[in-house]
């Protein structure tokens, strides 16, 4: 019997045949793979861009309450324009570091005295905007409703009742928030003017010559041996004197060609610099200056101040 025999090239032929089926059959199994990691990619993308909107949906929700809240902060403020019934000229600036800020400033007309304030609230945007409303509630019962109109008197109702209302004791992770402030009671029947400060101090330039009075150092707010009274500052001031309240946020701004802030000396003879022009004026000024000592460099805190000529 013949024993028929095949062909080396048919055999060489059907390898090639089953090579190409299972190299067939596995770029199968990776196109399926890739089609499904294809599909799993577009899903993680999908999900990923409906996240990133609903977080563009939240943050714009967030901004804009906060930027509602700027308003009600705003509104809560005496209007500025009372100032011009007490003073020649005058200027408020105000830069907050976020929306909201920490830093304002209290007016009130009460007899034949006028009470000026500007606080620094612990910390800034939205914390430091609750704590301002906080400050201007209890001063509006403090000098409206009771009728204290000496900054010394003034300033310990307020440190009490700040006490009192964030229910600070001392201890151990407790709130420690409170405020800094340097405020003026001005009679200028008398041309007479008393000042307190927690903290912030007060300048008056005259005839080119700063007088600068500090405030105690100690806050409105529970810390330990601050249960001595503030204290009380009399001075008599004159026609053209220039007066200045401020928070430490001009002071503490960083420079972007020095790396350094800016600090209270140089604060002091960017004033005196400044005395020839006009309030408004000198607000302008202020603000340029900023301008160029920042560059590109991000505020680091709330700036508040004012200006204001006898």
């Excluded at 890739?34 to 996240?51: C, F, H, T, V, Y």
């Excluded at 900054?151 to 440190?159: C, F, Q």
């Excluded at 220039?242 to 430490?248: A, C, K, R």
């Excluded at 000592?293 to 700036?303: A, S």
Aim: zero cysteines; hydrophobic letters at 40%.
């Amino acid at each position: 019997m013949a024993i028929l025999k095949i062909p080396e090239n048919l055999i060489l032929l059907e390898s090639l045949r089953t090579e190409i089926k299972l190299k067939n059959e596995e770029i199968e199994m990776l196109r399926e793979e890739i089609e499904s990691q294809k599909e799993k990619n577009e899903m993680q993308r999908d999900l990923a861009e409906k996240q990133k909107d609903e977080i563009s949906a939240q943050k714009k929700a967030l901004t804009d309450s906060i930027r509602y809240a700027s308003r009600i902060q705003s509104a809560l403020q005496p209007e500025s324009k009372s100032l011009s019934k007490i003073f020649s000229d005058y200027f408020i600036l105000n830069k907050p570091k976020d929306i909201v800020s920490g830093d304002f400033y209290w007016i009130s007309i009460k007899e034949d005295k006028t009470v000026v304030a500007v606080a620094d609230s612990t910390g800034h945007g939205v914390p430091g905007a609750f704590m301002s409303l906080l400050g201007m509630k209890i001063l509006e019962e403090t000098v409206h409703n009771i009728g204290i109109t000496q900054p010394d008197k003034i300033l310990d109702n307020l440190r009490d009742h700040i006490i009192k209302s964030m229910r600070q004791t001392g201890q151990d992770g407790e709130i420690h928030d409170g405020l800094d402030i340097a405020l003026i009671s001005i009679d200028m029947a008398n041309y007479s003017l008393q000042y307190a400060g927690a903290w912030h101090p007060l300048l008056i330039i005259r005839n080119n010559n700063i007088i600068e009075i500090k405030g105690d150092g100690m806050p409105l707010g529970y810390q330990m041996r601050t249960n001595k009274p503030f204290t009380n500052h009399d001075l008599q001031i004159k026609p053209g004197d220039s007066i200045y309240l401020f928070t430490d946020g001009y002071m503490d701004q960083f420079g972007w060609r020095s790396g350094k802030k800016f600090y209270m000396h140089n604060f002091r003879e960017l004033l005196l610099s400044i005395q020839d022009v006009p309030m408004k004026a000198q607000k302008i000024l202020l603000e340029n200056n900023l301008k160029n000592w920042m560059g590109d460099l991000e505020q680091v805190d709330d700036i508040m101040v004012i200006g204001l000529q006898i």
